[in-house]
């Protein structure tokens, strides 16, 4: 959705800081095990699985979940996709009123995999979600999230203190 947002809002904005990088997220599929009619239920494990396309280039992890920042020591190849991915989780945070982005990006080549939708767990008094395995990633947003040249092309507002030094 904020990859559709930013691709078809971009003539408006002006010549983009760079290029717009082909991203997909990975189709994936959940696999049922079901008990066949002829086996005894006490023999039968059974399992579920979630199935993805096997990335044909080498897999990166671009940003973790604990953190909106880029991983460090990535290749100088990468970079530019990864301020991109950046840019991406400061649009959704901004667009949702920041109750929510997604982190965790990793993947090969254009495709991307195993993200983590991060939003308030807590609404109104009542526990939505689970916390999953970050702490305080979305809380700590506005801190950590440093706008490069893709935020101020795209008019959203510098969020922290250190976007200014």
Known sequence: MSMNMVTMTAPSHGHPPGPIPDLVFV????????????VRPSSFQGFTALVERK??????KYIGNASPEPIPGL??????????????????FHFSL????????????PWLTNPQVMAKSETNGKTLFSDGNFDGSLEEFQEKHQCLDWCPWFGLETLSDSDSD
């Open 27 to 38: 189709e994936a599929a959940v696999v049922l095990n079901m008990k066949p009619e002829s």
């Open 55 to 60: 990335l044909p280039a080498q897999f990166k």
């Open 75 to 92: 290749d100088v190849e990468v970079h530019a996709k990864v301020v991109f991915l950046c840019f991406l989780q400061h649009v959704q």
């Open 98 to 109: 920041g109750k929510v982005f997604v982190s965790d990006y990793q993947g090969a080549g």
